[in-house]
């Protein structure tokens, strides 16, 4: 996973509150068993005339000339809500979104995006409301700096926003971690538990995948 | 030691080693998979050349895309849906998981056969690349839906960093009336507090309300955690829990069980233990409620009418929005609102009791002319209990098609759909834009709600036609 430690990019607002996980990436558009190939389909509902359709509408913010290239996304309230689908995720990843910027995501798109490299930023409404004034005058012009590091959004001369995230998320963007290498540094401390849980609670840990009763005993 | 809720002592148990800023390596006890989004975390996983730690602990099923239609295989409608099926089962097979696979007796929806199993047990952490694993709540575990790679992550190391959450507790005193069910209390609860409501927070369920649900509504209540915004949600194990899975496929038998129950019953919190929020609900408050909206927190009771846009809750753009896409006017009745299809199925409100309050409301009466209406059980097991208690004579005598299980109809893959502005009524749990269909307009109920509205034609109020059954008639 690539670092991201500060991004300054052009912003697009999407600020309804409760943005779905189906509507970032509906279910129809996921046509293989692969975390790539997912672009097209990203707010395919919103962003073509057509269901199933590729015929762009230029209503939608991402087909809008002065939003081209836009790496940062501003969401409202509940951002990336419903399904835990990380297809949603995979697919603003390539699509070059890099930062969320909304009052609150649901938690697993919020964990999603951190396995990604996407910052997930939360600051207030007021905030997001004031970024998204500040870019509509001139989107090319007017971008949007989300600083890792510093815990910090910028904006124009005046626009300061602080915004925290927990060490461990910090670290793994600004590090592009992976996080399963991080815990098989662990391994002997799994291993302790492991041995002393198996003793604790024995009846959580299942041989060979068998039941331990006859199926036909099976009750709903 | 300081109080603890039933949170606290699952997390304490399972706590491998605490990291950074409140983050624990958090020992994980279950990991499932589906076809939909556990078939990319296995090919991610051996992609990297890892390999899964524990496979006897890793359970995988075929529910998402996997054909519903009598006499399935593995070919789905869904366009390109058959390979999801085949990639899973290769990979799976190849990491030693046991597969309830498309012909095994034991299939379903992954919510609904871990706890028939046995496999979901209290105390336990259970994981699924799917956002309702919450539903698993219900028998006191720890459950929550994670993202693929996050699987990948308890696949290779049978653990996962979690950031420790904050803790809610909604307590719901006195008891739900007659004819009102958990779906309509988890319906209430979102109207109530709103979809963003439970904001990443552990939600336990308590009250005598909660504690008066049997286990399949408790499956129900905390199914829909997830639309609720929270990390999960649990409520403590008690009798009810474990007569509920004593003698079990997979739960502990003999001495096992035994010394099992003694530590499930010290699961439950500490009487003085605190919660970072509190939420208190009258249950005598809530009635059938329906969805009128594309969120789950846009809901009303089923008596009542669509609001106005200053008493929906909503933002007034997400409120024109949503009564443009439902075709629907401020003030109409709900319960006037015609529709085309019903669906029972989904796992909010596919099992055995979900079935049989359903039939009870069908038997004997005939679903209304031009209503679509289909019943998919939840699991094969499911399934079988019903047939063996005739239920599926009711569903099919009433004009419902009974189908295999699976999610089916629940969301829209590509392939069977409702059809656009086809009004649906459906014990699913969520009704956003084209989640059936392209622009298929969802109303989210009660199986009972979803039953009465099949005979009516139009959405219904199932006390009203509870009582005596008519001969042929049209509720």
């Known amino acids: 996973m690539e670092p991201l430690r500060e991004l300054t990019a052009v912003a697009a607002p999407l600020l309804r509150d409760n943005i779905d996980t189906d509507a970032i990436i509906p279910s129809r558009e996921m046509k293989t068993v692969s975390k790539t190939g997912l672009a097209d389909g990203l707010f395919a509902g919103w962003r073509y005339t057509a269901i199933g359709g590729r015929e762009p509408d230029p209503a939608f913010v991402l087909n809008q000339p002065a939003y081209a290239g836009a790496r940062i996304l501003l969401g409202g309230v509940n951002f990336g809500c419903g399904s835990s689908r990380e297809h949603a995720v995979w697919a603003l990843h390539e699509h070059g979104i890099r930062a969320v910027i909304a009052p609150s995501f649901a938690p697993i798109f919020a964990a999603n995006c951190i396995r990604n490299g996407i910052a997930p930023v939360r600051l207030s409404a007021e905030a997001v409301a004031a970024l998204a004034a500040h870019v509509a005058v001139d989107p090319p012009s007017r971008l949007i700096t989300v600083d890792i590091a510093g815990g910090e959004v910028r904006a124009g001369e005046r626009l300061r926003y602080p915004f925290t995230l927990d060490a461990e998320s910090r670290d793994m963007l600004l590090e592009g971690l992976d996080a399963i290498d991080l815990t098989l540094k662990h391994r002997a401390d799994i291993d302790a538990f492991l041995v002393r849980d198996r003793t604790a609670r024995p009846w959580i840990y299942l041989g060979a995948g068998t039941p331990a009763v006859n199926l036909s005993d099976s009750h709903p | ?475």
Request: proline share 5%; charged share 20%.
């Open chain 2, 1 to 475: 030691m300081a109080p603890r809720t039933l949170f606290d002592k699952i997390w304490g148990q399972h706590t491998v080693r605490d990291l950074a800023d409140g983050v624990a390596l958090l020992a994980i006890d279950r990991v499932f998979l589906h076809e939909r989004t556990g078939s990319v975390a296995l090919k991610g996983l051996a992609d990297a050349g890892r390999t899964v730690l524990d496979p006897a602990r890793v359970f995988c099923t075929m529910d998402h895309i996997v054909d519903t239609f009598p006499g399935r295989g593995d070919a789905t409608r869904m366009p390109g849906g058959e390979a999801f099926i085949l990639e899973t089962r290769a990979a799976a097979r190849a990491a030693g998981i046991r597969v309830f696979d498309v012909r095994d007796p034991q299939q379903g929806i992954v919510h609904v056969i871990s706890p028939e199993l046995g496999l979901a047990l209290p105390g336990a952490t259970i994981v699924c690349p799917d956002s309702h694993t919450c539903t698993q709540g219900a028998l006191g575990a720890l459950a929550w839906g994670i993202g693929s790679t996050e699987a990948e992550h308890a696949l290779a190391t049978g653990c996962l960093r979690v950031r420790r959450p904050r803790q809610l507790r909604i307590t719901v005193e006195g008891r739900l009336a007659e004819g009102v069910t958990a779906k309509d209390l988890a319906i209430f609860i979102l109207a109530r507090h709103g979809v963003a409501g439970g904001d990443g927070c552990v939600v336990e369920y308590a009250g005598g309300a909660v504690r008066a649900l049997d286990m399949e509504a408790r499956m129900t209540l905390c199914n829909m955690a997830t639309e609720f915004s929270a990390m999960t949600g649990i409520i403590a194990p008690d009798e009810v829990t474990f007569e509920y899975l004593r003698g079990r496929p997979y739960a502990p038998q003999g001495a096992d069980w035994e010394r099992a129950v003694v530590a499930w019953r010290d699961l439950a919190g500490d009487a003085d233990a605190a919660f970072d929020r509190e939420i208190r609900i009258d249950a005598a408050e809530v009635t059938p409620m329906v969805t009128w909206g594309t969120s789950p927190q846009h809901a009303v009771g089923v008596d009542a009418a669509v609001p106005v846009a200053e008493a929906s809750g909503a933002a007034p753009e997400a409120y024109t929005r949503a009564l443009r896409y439902m075709g629907l006017d401020a003030g109409q009745a709900i319960a006037s609102l015609p529709i085309t299809a019903a669906f029972i199925g989904s796992c909010t409100n596919s099992r055995l009791s979900d079935l049989r309050r359903a039939a009870a409301i069908l038997r004997g009466r005939r679903v209304a002319d031009g209503v679509r209406a289909i019943c998919v059980p939840g699991s094969m097991t499911v399934k079988r209990a019903a047939e063996a208690e005739g239920l599926d004579k009711v569903f099919t005598d009433a004009g419902f098609e009974w189908r295999e299980s699976g999610c089916s109809m629940c969301f829209f893959a590509g392939g069977e759909s409702f059809g656009p502005r086809e009004r649906v009524v459906s014990s699913t749990n969520r009704n956003f834009e084209s989640r059936q269909g392209p622009e298929t307009r969802t109303h989210i109920a009660s199986p009972e709600t979803v039953a009465a509205s099949a005979l009516a034609g139009h959405i219904a109020d199932p006390r009203r036609i509870a009582g005596a059954p008519v001969p042929g008639g049209q509720g």
